[in-house]
């Protein structure tokens, strides 16, 4: 049996037509707001989770809670929005950030 490629249809020679994904689309003015939005959020949430309990300050374990807090909010956030873009750069964009977001959370 041979292996079609995944955009023909039954009849060699025609092909259907791009996927479009499901949902809005965002638009760079839009995308740049929500990353910014994202990055601000994962930076500030981080810090906060990093100098817990109240007033113990930054010590060396805080690092494992802000890059935590990075890594999955603000490197994946930014991964999906940017996926959501469309086109092989993004897409690749996407995969560089989605890796460097587990390189931060995982342990050394």
Do not use: C
Not at 2 to 19: A, F, K, R, Y
Not at 43 to 61: E, T
Not at 83 to 92: C, P, S, V
Request: a positive charge.
């Amino acid at each position: 049996m041979e292996l079609q490629h995944l955009n023909q249809i039954d009849e060699p020679g025609t092909t259907s037509p791009p996927t479009i994904m499901p949902g809005s689309s965002l638009s760079q003015d839009r995308y740049r707001k929500y990353v910014a939005f994202t990055l601000i959020f994962a930076v500030l949430g981080g810090y906060n989770a990093a100098v817990q309990p109240a007033g113990a300050g930054w010590r060396f374990f805080s690092y494992h809670p802000f890059l935590m807090v990075f890594g999955f909010v603000g490197m994946m956030g930014s991964s999906a929005l940017t996926k959501k873009l469309g086109g092989y750069a993004n897409t690749k964009l996407h995969g560089i950030l989605a890796s460097s977001g587990l390189v931060m959370v995982r342990p050394i």
